[in-house]
């Protein structure tokens, strides 16, 4: 028996899982459609009646040419964590900052008030 190369063990692996991924969506009353290599997709319909599609791709990486690194998914998992932690605390100073704002503008605008119902106070006083 011929030793398989690296590229058709991960090619055969690709392909377990998108036939695996195809037969449970399948058994699911799901219509898949082969799109590509590494790629399944069907037709969902949205609450509005609108039919779109979802787009499923199965790779398996092998990490960067560059660098030699071998993928981890767990070091890229805590890289993402990471990531939707900044983008978190970024959303929550935002946030704050717009309600600083806006109670400035409001206090600012009570003010202006204020100081006009004075000023009219103050000219109804001297007329009368």
Same mark, same amino acid.
């Given at each position: 028996?011929?030793?398989?190369?690296?590229?058709?063990?991960?090619?055969?692996?690709?392909?377990?899982?998108?036939?695996?991924?195809?037969?449970?969506?399948?058994?699911?009353?799901?219509?898949?459609?082969?799109?590509?290599?590494?790629?399944?997709?069907?037709?969902?319909?949205?609450?509005?009646?609108e039919e779109r599609f979802?787009?499923?791709?199965?790779?398996?990486?092998?990490?960067?040419?560059?660098?030699?690194?071998?993928?981890? $998914?767990?070091?890229? =998992? +805590?890289?993402? &964590?990471?990531?939707?932690? %900044?983008?978190?605390? @970024? !959303? #929550?100073?935002?946030?704050?900052?717009?309600?600083?704002?806006?109670?400035?503008? $409001?206090?600012?605008? =009570? +003010?202006?008030? &204020?100081?006009?119902?004075? %000023?009219?106070?103050? @000219? !109804? #006083?001297?007329?009368?």
């Open positions: 028996m011929a030793k398989l190369t690296k590229g058709q063990l991960t090619d055969m692996a690709r392909e377990k899982y998108i036939s695996m991924i195809s037969d449970f969506l399948a058994e699911n009353g799901e219509e898949i459609l082969r799109v590509g290599k590494n790629a399944i997709s069907f037709p969902i319909v949205l609450e509005g009646g979802i787009k499923l791709v199965v790779s398996v990486p092998r990490g960067s040419r560059l660098e030699g690194d071998e993928y981890n $998914a767990f070091s890229e =998992a +805590e890289d993402y &964590k990471l990531h939707c932690k %900044e983008n978190e605390e @970024k !959303r #929550a100073a935002a946030e704050k900052q717009r309600k600083e704002d806006a109670a400035r503008r $409001a206090a600012k605008q =009570a +003010e202006l008030r &204020k100081k006009k119902a004075a %000023e009219e106070a103050a @000219k !109804r #006083a001297s007329e009368g």
